[in-house]
């Protein structure tokens, strides 16, 4: 049985909370109706997918079926929380796509080596999130076969 493209959870690590709004908004824009579950640094964000501390119940802490993962961020940033989610064996199924301010080729090289699936840099206007938000989403939940989902 195919599952409804409404039924993805879509992780955010980002510490900006009108990048997570903005994400957001062009989602139910888009048409794209997946929860979108949002985190504020790397630690939350292995905290999360290790379902440790208020992230516990998978009932309000699902595991994601698409990780979207800025770099610069507090307290462990984005290329640490890759280096460690893509080691680990138990995570490494889940895609992880590097979405980020940065367009500089040594962070690029940095998240293809360390396991990013994607690396897309943020869109600089609201049309241009929405139709990334359509692109991504389709690619990730209707043309590609991931493990674990049908």
């Known amino acids: 049985m195919k599952r ?15 990048d997570c709004l ?13 929860a979108l579950r949002t985190v504020r640094d790397g630690e939350q964000l292995l905290d999360y997918m290790h379902r440790r501390g208020s992230f516990a ?4 802490s699902p ?9 610069k961020m507090p307290r462990k940033d984005g290329r640490e929380a890759l280096r460690e989610l893509k080691a680990d064996a138990h995570f490494r199924p889940v895609p ?3 979405f980020t301010t940065s367009t500089a080729p040594d962070d ?12 897309i840099a943020k869109p600089a206007t609201f049309r241009g999130m929405v139709d990334l938000m359509n692109d ?3 690619y990730w939940f209707q043309i590609v076969k991931l493990e674990g989902l049908p």
């Open 4 to 18: 409804p493209a409404s039924n993805h959870t879509i992780l955010m690590a980002d510490d900006d909370a009108d």
């Open 22 to 34: 903005l994400v957001a908004e062009a989602l139910r824009e888009a048409g794209q109706h997946h």
């Open 57 to 60: 119940d998978p009932a309000t």
């Open 63 to 71: 595991r994601p079926d698409l990780v979207l993962l800025d770099l």
């Open 96 to 98: 992880i796509v590097v």
């Open 108 to 119: 690029i090289g940095y998240c293809y080596r360390h396991g990013a699936n994607s690396f």
């Open 136 to 138: 991504v989403t389709r």
